[in-house]
């Protein structure tokens, strides 16, 4: 089993940044793959980007190419999503998972977290 937490949601004003944290912990090294996505109210869970553990493959969203990267802490078994230029759009709860494969689908991935809402004003 593997237990992801979130963190570092919060409120930002348009253009501003936020870095994200997901903490892996159980059998963080059974990881293949790590994603983020997102679920604004009324909305189906969106892919945001995901990469391999080992960062070798990272696949983004369109909408988040040159905004939002993922970096990771392997001494930590932590990823981060750095997201700047946020935009009112990106106000959403924002989701880490886990899985044995990059890929844009959340069915794919076995384990997710509880979730960070990030809010954007205008």
């Known amino acids: 089993q593997v237990q992801l937490v979130e963190s570092g949601g919060g409120l930002v004003q348009a253009g501003g940044s936020l870095r994200l944290s997901c903490a892996a912990s159980?059998?963080?090294?059974?990881?293949?793959?790590m994603g983020w996505f997102r679920q604004a109210p009324g909305k189906e869970r969106e892919f945001v980007l995901a990469?391999?553990?080992?960062?070798?493959?990272?696949d983004y969203a369109d909408s988040m190419k040159g905004r939002f990267t993922i970096s990771r802490d392997n001494a930590k078994n932590t990823v981060y999503l750095q997201m700047n230029s946020l935009k009112p759009e990106d106000t959403a709860v924002y989701y880490c998972a886990a899985g044995g494969k990059v890929s844009l689908y959340a069915s794919e991935y076995d384990y997710w977290g509880q979730g960070t809402q990030v809010t954007v004003s205008s």
């Open positions: 990469a391999r553990w080992s960062g070798s493959i990272t």
């Open positions: 159980g059998r963080p090294f059974s990881i293949y793959a």
